[in-house]
């Protein structure tokens, strides 16, 4: 079959079995390479569910610009999607976030605005506080170009994505009994999509978000942390408008990370399965391999791989 373009490249992800890393524990971890996408990121998805939902309800003009904030992946996923519809996308990103990310934005022809980190933050590790400075460029920017923003933050169609796609495909791609999910949050989108439909079809999984050990905004609100940390993509250790109090409801807790944790995890997924992920596939994997050693001893546990591992190329994953 010849794919009309890119476009038809997203969604339908594949689904690993990682049991080379289960090994001798009892139960299985089944990963969603989400990276396996033209953007190497879950968010092409996003982006696409973002853009033909603003297409269809006529926020999106025909040749109007597109704005977003971005940590990368929304950004190049949206680059994509507007290349190949015919909009003209601007990313605005932090210095904070790794190179890769910028350059691959604009080899698919996006204008990229960074933005300058806190005077007091860490380049590789961008703050809530990093967030808040590359909010008010992306509003400034899109008054001043009249531009549709995609506002992924708070944008409905962004946790869409994940009800309808993600976790379709994984009620249809996994025959096995799914015990668990767990998700490493940035926006929340995929792990609030994701988890809406699971507890639909499978009334009892449990279902976990993930947030860095340093950024535990829900694990612990009365000791949230400094924020810092080297997990790109969340824990930006705020309140996430899209888990609204009735998405809370479904939430069964959450698990914490640390860098080191989400490192040694995302190099377990290269050197063992062959499969080369970022910093957030391993806080996923990490926090799937503590369920199974105490609580969830011999089940099923479902996590996400949200990007590829080239993304990571210049820092000190590898
Ligand atoms: C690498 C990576 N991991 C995880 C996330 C979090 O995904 P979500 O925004 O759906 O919570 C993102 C979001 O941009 C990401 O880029």
Redesign the pocket.
């Known amino acids: 079959m010849v794919l009309r373009n890119a476009l038809d490249l997203i969604g339908n992800t594949p689904v690993v079995a990682l049991d080379n890393i289960t090994g001798n524990i009892e139960g299985r971890i089944f990963a969603k390479l989400e990276f396996w996408a033209p953007g190497l990121?879950?968010?092409d998805r996003?982006a696409l569910q973002v853009i033909e939902d603003a297409e269809k309800s006529g926020r999106l003009k025909p040749g109007q610009p597109v704005v977003e904030l971005?940590?990368?992946?929304?950004g190049t996923g949206l680059a994509i999607v507007c290349k190949l519809k015919g909009y003209k996308f601007i990313a605005v990103i932090s210095k904070g976030n790794s190179i890769e990310r910028a350059k691959m934005m604009k080899a698919f022809g996006a204008e990229v605005v960074l933005v300058d980190q806190m005077p007091d933050s860490i380049p590789g590790q961008v703050s809530g506080k990093d967030l808040e400075l590359v909010e008010i460029e992306a509003q400034r920017l899109t008054k001043e170009l009249n531009a549709f923003r995609v506002d992924?933050f708070c944008n409905p169609s962004?946790s869409r994505a994940?009800e309808i796609g993600v976790a379709n495909e994984i009620i249809q791609q996994i025959d096995e009994r799914i015990d668990a999910f767990v998700?490493?949050?940035?926006?929340?989108?995929?792990?609030i999509g994701v988890t809406t439909a699971l507890k639909k079809h499978f009334p009892d999984i449990k279902c976990f978000g993930v947030e860095p050990e340093n950024a535990r905004r829900y694990s612990n609100p009365q000791d949230i942390g400094s924020g810092k940390h080297k997990i790109?993509?969340?824990g930006y250790n705020m309140e996430l408008p899209l888990m609204t109090e009735d998405k809370l409801k479904l939430v069964d807790g959450f698990i914490t990370v640390s860098d080191e944790e989400a490192i040694q995890a995302a190099r377990r997924l290269a050197c063992e399965e062959c499969i080369f992920a970022?910093?957030?596939a391993g806080a996923n994997l990490a926090a799937a391999l503590k369920l199974l050693k105490v609580d969830f001893k011999g089940k099923n546990i479902v996590i996400l791989l949200?990007?590829s591992g080239t993304?990571y190329l210049s820092t000190d994953l590898w």
């Open positions: 990121s879950k968010k996003v971005t940590s990368g992946n929304m992924q962004t994940g998700d490493f949050m940035g926006t929340g989108g995929s792990f790109q993509g969340g970022g910093f957030s949200p990007d993304k």
